[in-house]
């Protein structure tokens, strides 16, 4: 599976009982749709979608979203939504962890597009981005994994890069990437005020509609599972995670016509893409579209 280990196996039948234990007016015919890093999502009727974690950690990342998603999700532009809570879920039927109803949004991953086709969203998610990383109260969620000085993470990059892990289950330059990484870390720390930070900006977090015909459409960003506050280069690791060459200039041209940036800023978020890309392929691999998201990140850092 193109994830880690699940801690329970979460099934429809599971999510109709709590749903018709706790939210009945909410109750449908359930159905699978997707399973994640930390969670299922499961359709319920035509309307809602249930979100459940399927690892222990994801628990408190929901309630993290019951709590801070609905007054995030208010800075997004008009016609790109978030998948706010309209219920919260209690664990129950030998469920151990919280879980939400949220509504459903047709669309695909980003994820299943070509990189090529993914040019036509860069100005509207850097406008969402943008929008999104305003300044967050000091009470906003705190995440040791987002947000923070690169310095915190590098412990642990520096292991994964000298390891030869990731050698081995994609093609790579482990010592261009620690070069990349030294480049990220010597950029200068941020120094601004904590500004919201979504935290996993990749494309299977990004839902889109349309084709190469039609051009692709950016309908919502997803799974704020990861929120947080502190330095706004972290989102700006989209650039490399969603986006080939022209489609990251397009990226960068929009966002710096938004807000001020400096050579800094894309260096520290280069180097979040590569901490996110490589901390996807050391876990998972590269078989499946999320291992492919990380490979592919991997890949754009050494081209710039």
Do not use: K
């Not at 109803?101 to 695909?108: L, S, V, Y």
């Amino acid at each position: 599976m193109d994830a880690p280990e699940a801690d329970v196996e979460v099934d429809a039948e599971l999510v109709a009982r709590l749903v018709a234990a706790q939210h009945p007016a909410f109750l449908g015919p359930v159905r699978p749709a997707a399973s994640g890093w930390d969670n299922v999502i499961m359709r319920i009727g035509e309307r809602w979608a249930a979100r459940m974690p399927r690892r222990g950690l994801a628990d408190r990342l929901v309630r993290s979203e019951q709590r801070w998603l609905r007054e995030v999700a208010g800075s997004l532009p008009d016609g790109v939504a978030a998948p706010v809570p309209v219920a919260a879920g209690a664990p129950g039927a030998g469920y151990p962890y919280a879980w939400s109803i949220t509504p459903w949004f047709d669309g695909g991953a980003a994820a299943s597009v070509d990189p090529a086709e993914r040019r036509a969203i860069a100005e509207p998610l850097a406008d969402v981005l943008v929008a999104l990383g305003r300044p967050a109260p000091a009470e906003a969620p705190a995440n040791p994994f987002r947000g923070v000085p690169l310095s915190y993470r590098d412990d642990v990059l520096s292991e994964r890069l000298s390891s030869g892990r990731l050698e081995r289950v994609v093609p790579t330059d482990a010592a261009a990437l620690a070069a990349v990484w030294r480049d990220a870390l010597a950029a200068p720390p941020w120094a601004g005020a904590a500004r919201w930070v979504h935290g996993d900006p990749h494309p299977g977090n990004l839902l889109v509609d349309g084709d190469a015909a039609d051009g692709l459409r950016l309908v919502a960003l997803l799974d704020f599972g990861d929120l947080t506050a502190g330095d706004p280069a972290t989102d700006l690791a989209a650039a490399w995670l969603v986006f080939d060459p022209p489609g990251r200039a397009r990226f960068r041209a929009r966002v710096e016509a938004l807000r001020p940036t400096d050579a800094g800023d894309w260096a520290r978020a280069r180097g979040w893409a590569l901490a996110m890309g490589s901390a996807i392929v050391d876990t998972v691999g590269v078989g499946g579209p999320i291992g492919r998201v990380g490979a592919h990140a991997l890949a754009q850092v050494l081209l710039d």
